[in-house]
């Protein structure tokens, strides 16, 4: 079936550095992949989509300069925290969309980023 | 709700028993999927439901779906230890309602 990798699983890092989390589709190409955010036993909720070769759709409230979108290729996205604060400390999920519109969605395993 | 506008249900029950969990969204929807996550983990999908279907099947999953209110719910038959999850509802817009905790004690 098909797979959605994302890189690192868990990542610990200082105040003020940047983080990068990596979203890979393996045996499909997704145009539409998303990033959502999870505090803990709370829902997910969506930050963006992201499109090949297009800037990314934040939505109302989250920071695009805060939580740089790249989506450089048909089966990488990458979402990068800047200057990270411990507030950021949160679980990031990708999802990917096989095919348009109405494509089965694949999720990642997620990323637990904790900033100290 | 959406985007967690609203905390998640919580609901403990023992195995063997039915699990019924709610959910609602805002928009039009073309039709709605079910996920479960387990605690601190990536999300499984369970089901989909086209907005022209009432009720759905899966084993020992059953959802419905009332566009009416905007509302749909998925029960679990016959509840066993390893359903314990959180379950969320996805819309076409690509938001999760604020999902149930799930607790079935064995």
């Known amino acids: 079936g098909a797979v959605v990798s994302q890189h690192p699983s868990r990542v610990i890092c200082k105040s003020g550095t940047s983080v990068k989390i990596e979203c890979r589709s393996l045996?499909?190409?997704?145009?539409?992949m998303f990033w959502y955010r999870q505090f803990p036993k709370q829902s997910l909720m969506l930050m963006a989509t992201?499109?090949?070769?297009?800037?990314?759709?934040?939505e109302q409230g989250v920071e695009k300069d805060k939580f740089l979108i790249n989506h450089a290729s048909l089966t990488l996205s990458t979402l990068t925290v800047t200057s990270a604060h411990p507030e950021d400390s949160s679980f990031y999920i990708c999802s990917a969309r096989r095919g348009v519109n109405t494509g089965e969605l694949f999720f990642g395993e997620g990323s637990r980023l904790t900033v100290l | 709700s959406q985007q967690g506008e609203e905390d998640p249900q919580a609901l403990s029950i023992q195995e063997g028993e039915n699990a019924t969990m709610n959910c609602s969204y805002k928009?039009?929807?073309?039709?709605l999927q079910w996920y479960r996550q387990n605690s601190g983990r990536g999300l499984v999908h369970l089901i989909l439901?086209?907005?022209?279907?009432r009720e759905k099947h899966s084993g020992r999953l059953r959802v419905t779906l009332d566009t009416s209110k905007k509302s749909s719910s998925l029960l679990i038959t016959a509840s066993r230890a390893a359903d314990t999850a959180s379950y969320f509802c996805l819309d076409n817009d690509m938001r999760f309602g604020a999902g149930t905790r799930l607790t079935v004690k064995p």
């Open positions: 439901i086209r907005s022209n279907e």
């Open positions: 045996d499909f190409q997704a145009t539409t």
């Open positions: 928009t039009s929807i073309n039709n």
């Open positions: 992201s499109n090949e070769g297009s800037k990314a759709t934040y």
